[in-house]
């Protein structure tokens, strides 16, 4: 038995992290949740579109890419697509590259995970925003006037 | 404070069997749904990443070239890459049913509780999903003109 004086410890008896870090894990928790959400309305509504209705993968090509881009709507929906879904999924492979290397090999994937993450975002929101339908065959259809005239 | 380890003895002392170990405890954590739908998730999450970087860079085609976009993209209606696209279906319907009952989980009152039957509602949800989905894909795919 122990001859020292009873301490009281007042609630909560065990130590948080500190704010500033536990604001910074818990922001990238919300995050995964919040876009999850959000991107289950989008990428459903994306192969809906793309994949399902007409005759599926079977219609993609350059005219189908550039009937969708002549309207802003689509614009933005990939656009949202393409940072929500990139990021949750960045932040996902982050958690599992924090699970399973260590050291130096860790500093290296995640760098490598930033860059590409930061790379294709610019790249993909360039080619959204700065579509031009004419580098398509202008010989004939509604781009034949479209692109003539410019 | 008295010894915590070992039997207690006495004869008003009821024997209680320890939990007997599953089959394969020991080498996993904790096995079953709970497990099993992280695993899952995991797996689901990095093919879908991967999927995500490739889909990025061959859609960028669009911005250079007509006939290189359209020649990429026709690889995608071949057989090969049309149970490839299925698979990705099937992996971002898992991913997104399991994710929602993650959500569930931790924004729900009392719904860690029946976390075992949201996991077989995910599922239940997952292969409906994919019933209306696969016969329709593959007819794309292999069926004629």
Known sequence: ?150 | MHEESGPASGAATATIDPPKPRRIAGTLYRGREGMWSWVLHRITGVAIFFFLLVHILDTALVRLDADAYDAVIGTYKTPIMGLGEAGLVAAIGLHALNGLRIIAIDFIPGATRVQRPLFWIAIVLWVALLAGFLPRHLMHVFGGA
């Open chain 1, 1 to 150: 038995m122990s001859d020292t004086a009873t301490t009281t410890v007042e609630p909560p008896r065990y130590s948080r992290a500190p704010r500033k870090a536990r604001g910074l894990e818990k922001r990238a928790w919300l995050y995964m949740r919040a876009s999850g959400i959000l991107l289950v309305v989008l990428i459903f509504g994306h192969l809906l579109i793309n994949m399902f209705l007409g005759t599926g993968v079977r219609a993609i090509d350059f005219a189908f890419v550039a009937g969708k881009l002549a309207n802003p709507f689509w614009i933005v929906w990939d656009s949202l697509i393409l940072w929500l879904a990139l990021i949750h999924g960045a932040n996902g492979m982050r958690t599992i590259v924090n699970d399973y290397a260590r050291g130096a090999l860790r500093a290296v994937l995640l760098g490598a995970l930033l860059v590409a993450t930061v790379v294709l975002l610019v790249l993909g929101s360039l080619v959204l925003w700065t579509f031009d339908p004419c580098i398509g065959d202008t010989s004939s259809g509604v781009l034949a006037e479209l692109c003539g005239a410019q």
